[in-house]
């Protein structure tokens, strides 16, 4: 019976459902070794996870799932490794388009396009363009992206519209960034037992609420996920603010 029940049914604990869920999504490769695997098996078994984790999150009512997937500072890891990483995104992308399309997931990409692949990057702007109307869920991608180069091209491109220093607000930087028209996160989730953002989102995690979990990426399912919505439903956010006082 209970396996018939939604996930919404399933934890009643859930009383608010983050708008905007954003995923440091770490421990691949200790997961693979734990097994005796390679640590591209435990990027391949993580790869997989994504959809299961998409999906738990469009049933509970999350709009907005940004996942980091590859990060600038990743090009410094073993070269077959990087490899195996384009390789599984290749093909993440070819099988997975068409359902998520056919499912209503707006796909995005925020990071640099530069340096990657001829092939790949266009596989990622096709993808990002055929699903660019959809509207029951956004699966936000940062992928080759860093925080701090975020922030770099923002100021970049602000400079190159001409804009002067009297019109920059931080809307403005906002409307710069590769989430441009994207809410900020209300809630990051760190899996594989560590504690600090690794340059993600920097700017627009400023006021989300923090989450971290020893579980490893690959072994993170509908019941972690459930359990961080269930500490999320139980804090106060104050943004800086004294609460209101009780009447």
């Known amino acids: ?63 907005v799932l940004s996942v980091y997937a590859f990060s600038t500072e990743n090009w410094g890891r073993p070269p077959d490794e990087v490899a195996g990483l384009m390789t599984i995104l290749g093909q993440a992308i070819r099988r997975e388009t068409q359902d998520l399309h056919a499912n209503g997931v707006c796909i995005r990409h925020s990071g640099r396009l530069e340096g990657v692949a001829p092939r790949l990057a266009q596989q990622i702007q096709d993808a990002v363009a055929l699903t660019c109307n959809n509207t029951r869920i956004t699966l936000n991608v940062a992928f080759n992206y860093g925080g701090r180069a975020e922030i770099v091209d923002a100021v970049k491109h602000i400079l190159a519209d001409g804009l002067r220093p009297e019109e920059v607000t931080e809307t403005l930087i ?54 961080a919505l269930i500490e999320f439903s139980q804090r106060e956010r104050r943004f800086g603010k004294v609460p209101e006082p009780e009447t």
């Open 1 to 63: 019976m209970a396996d018939k029940l939604s996930l919404p049914e399933r934890y009643p604990e859930i009383t608010k459902i983050p708008f905007h869920v954003g995923i440091i999504m770490d421990g691949n490769g200790r997961w693979a070794r734990a097994r005796g695997l390679p640590r591209v098996a435990g990027h391949k078994a993580g790869t997989d996870n994504l959809r299961r984790v998409l999906r738990a999150c469009s049933e509970l009512g999350v709009k």
């Open 174 to 227: 906002s409307d710069y960034l590769y989430t441009g028209g994207l809410p900020d996160p209300d809630l990051i989730i760190r899996t594989g037992g560590e504690y600090r953002l690794s340059n993600f989102l920097i700017w627009q995690a400023a006021y989300a609420e923090y989450y971290a979990t020893p579980t490893f990426w690959p072994d993170f399912d509908e019941g972690e996920l459930a359990r």
